[in-house]
C-alpha cells in the first residue's frame, strides 16, 4: 500500500488541551496510536497516549537545538536537519508498511506542522482547541505538584502540616506569578503555530473541536471520520473514559499576569481559531460554511 492509500490522522493540540484523553478514546475506537505508547505521569494518570516513535525524534530535534524536553517554549524550532527529518520518515514508511489507517499525538507536532503537511500531504489533521485560563491552570497544577511531591517526601508530621495548612497557598501564589505569563506565551506560540497550519490546509483536511465538547459529541467526530475521510472506526463511548474529577478546578488567571497586551492577544486568537470549529453542540458546520469562513 502507498503512502497516499494510508488513512493518516494527526492529533493536534496545545499541551493540557484533551489531547491525550482524545487520542486513549479514538485507540478504544480501534485507531493505532503507537505499538509503544508513552505511560502514565505527572498530571496523566492515564498514560499520555503519545507514540514514543514520534515523541522521541521530537525530542531529539529539541535536544539538536539546545531546547528543553518538554517544549515548552515561546521561540520557533528553526534548525531539523536532514539526519533527523530522514528518520522521520523511516517512521511514517514503518507505519504505513503496518497499518492502513493509523495516527499518533505529541504536542511538540505542532512546531513542526510544515514538516509534516510535506511528508503526510493527504494526511487529515483532528484539532483539539482549549481556552487558554484551562490550559495555564493545568499547567500551573502539573509544575507545582513537583513541589508537593518534595514536601510529600519529607519526614516529619509537623512539616507536611505546616506545608499543607499554611505555606502551601501562598508559595502557590507566588509561583503563578512567577511563571502564569511563560506559560500563556507558550499557549500563544502554539496556538499561533496550529492556526497557521489550518490556514495553509484544504478546509476538508481538518476538524477542530473545542475540547469542552469531547464528552457530547463523541458520535459527530466519529462520524466525520467514518464518513468524510473514510477511516474505519467503532464508536466507543467517550463518556466511560472521562472523568470530570481528573482536571483541574478553574481560576482567574489574569490576576497573576501583568502584560495586559499578552492577555488581548491570547483572547483574539482564541477568536479566531474558534471560527474554524467544525464541530459545535448545537450543529454540524458543513463545508459550506467553512468555506465561508476561509474567505473571510
Not at 85 to 106: L, M, V
Request: with cysteine; aromatic share 12%; charged share 25%.
Amino acid at each position: 500500500m502507498t503512502a497516499t492509500q494510508n488513512k493518516v490522522l494527526i492529533v493536534v493540540g496545545m499541551h493540557r488541551s484533551g489531547t491525550s484523553l482524545i487520542t486513549r478514546w479514538l485507540h478504544s475506537c480501534g485507531l493505532p496510536v503507537g505499538e509503544d505508547l508513552l505511560g502514565p505521569g505527572l498530571g496523566n494518570n492515564e498514560g499520555h497516549f503519545e507514540d514514543t516513535a514520534f515523541y522521541d525524534i521530537h525530542l531529539q530535534i529539541l535536544r539538536d537545538n539546545g531546547l528543553h524536553d518538554s517544549g515548552i517554549m515561546t521561540e520557533p524550532v528553526w534548525r531539523i536537519t536532514a539526519y533527523r527529518k530522514e528518520e522521520i520518515r523511516n517512521i511514517i514508511a514503518e507505519k504505513n508498511s503496518r497499518f492502513e489507517q493509523w495516527g499518533w499525538k505529541d504536542p511538540r507536532t505542532c512546531l513542526w506542522l510544515d514538516v509534516y503537511r510535506e511528508m503526510l500531504p493527504d494526511a487529515h489533521y483532528l484539532v483539539v482547541l482549549r481556552d487558554y485560563q484551562s490550559v495555564i491552570v493545568s499547567l500551573l497544577n502539573r509544575t507545582f505538584a513537583l513541589i508537593d511531591i518534595t514536601y510529600n517526601t519529607r519526614k516529619g508530621y509537623f512539616s507536611k502540616l505546616a506545608w499543607y495548612k499554611f505555606r502551601r497557598k501562598r508559595q502557590f501564589q507566588k509561583f503563578c506569578k512567577q511563571h502564569a505569563s511563560t506559560f500563556l506565551a507558550v499557549w500563544v506560540h502554539y496556538n499561533e503555530l496550529i492556526l497557521k497550519g489550518i490556514r495553509s490546509l484544504p478546509a476538508d483536511k481538518y476538524l477542530v473541536i473545542n475540547y469542552e465538547i469531547l464528552h457530547k459529541e463523541d458520535k459527530r467526530i466519529i462520524s466525520h471520520l467514518n464518513k468524510r475521510w473514510h477511516f474505519s472506526l467503532n464508536h466507543s463511548r467517550f463518556s466511560d473514559i472521562y472523568n470530570e474529577k481528573l482536571f483541574s478546578k478553574p481560576f482567574a488567571i489574569e490576576q497573576f499576569i501583568n502584560d495586559e497586551q499578552l492577555i488581548l492577544k491570547a483572547k483574539k486568537l482564541f477568536t479566531d481559531l474558534s471560527k474554524y470549529i467544525n464541530i459545535r453542540h448545537d450543529k454540524v458546520v458543513g463545508e459550506y460554511s467553512i468555506t465561508k469562513v476561509l474567505q473571510r
